[in-house]
């Protein structure tokens, strides 16, 4: 069965520091791959999209992530965490339809 | 820019009670979907679709139905609204092609007693 996997629940980071997000996906093909975040009370934003072509992608507010078919995988990532980056981030996969992960609750401690 | 709006951002019903839950979006986009999130589940689909008049289910649809009349609105109706709905509800859009993102509203908070 097609599935999206947020492994992390809930991670805390130090301001500054470096962050990775994994997400793991279950499909027959490549699908197209997507991160979003939700601040408290919001709905979703698009961070980065993955659809082909060079698989390390660049998105909005410094964020990255890199596609490893071998590995099904497509990490968020973040070489320094701001405060304002608390908030609650979804994987997710379009392969005809969309599929959520659960999430991973991102808290930023001063 | 996609503006997707919903009709309130919290709600309190009773239990019995029909509830709507409106979303308008400005792009003309064709497709609309409907989602519930409740913690540790993330974002479940309840109904979704391409066209005006056109509804296709989700992978969630009892207990709800849905509206579609004009391209812009799509409705989300609890006939018999019970505690179990209480959730954060999220409508999205997305372009009527294939494997587009969607863009998202900023969800209404339902609770019902």
């Known amino acids: 069965a097609q599935s999206v996997t947020q492994p992390d629940i809930h991670i805390t980071v130090s301001e500054g520091a470096s962050l990775e997000l994994r997400c793991n996906y279950s499909?027959?093909?490549?699908?197209?791959l997507f991160w979003y975040v939700q601040s408290p009370g919001q709905g979703l934003q698009l961070l980065l999209k993955y659809f082909s072509g060079d698989t390390l992608v660049q998105g909005i507010k410094g964020f990255e992530a890199e596609f490893k078919r071998s590995q099904s995988s497509f990490n968020l990532r973040k070489p320094s965490v701001h405060w304002s980056d608390a908030a609650e981030y979804f994987c997710?996969?379009?392969?005809?339809?969309?599929?959520f992960g659960a999430g991973t609750r991102l808290t930023v401690k001063p | 820019d996609v503006k997707v709006t919903q009709s309130s951002r919290y709600l309190v019903k009773r239990t019995g009670e029909k509830v709507f839950l409106e979303c308008v979006q400005d792009?003309?986009?064709?497709?609309m979907f409907w989602y519930r999130q409740d913690p540790g589940l993330g974002l479940r689909l309840i109904y979704f679709s391409y066209d005006v008049k056109m509804k296709e289910k989700g992978d969630i649809p009892e207990g709800y139905s849905v509206s579609r009349e004009k391209k812009e609105r799509f409705s989300l109706i609890l006939e018999s609204a019970s505690t179990n709905q209480t959730s954060m509800y999220l409508c999205a859009t997305s372009l009527g092609s294939s494997y587009n993102e969607q863009f998202f509203g900023p969800g209404t908070r339902l609770t019902v007693l």
């Open positions: 499909y027959g093909a490549t699908p197209y």
């Open positions: 997710a996969v379009e392969s005809g339809d969309m599929r």
């Open positions: 792009m003309d986009h064709e497709n």
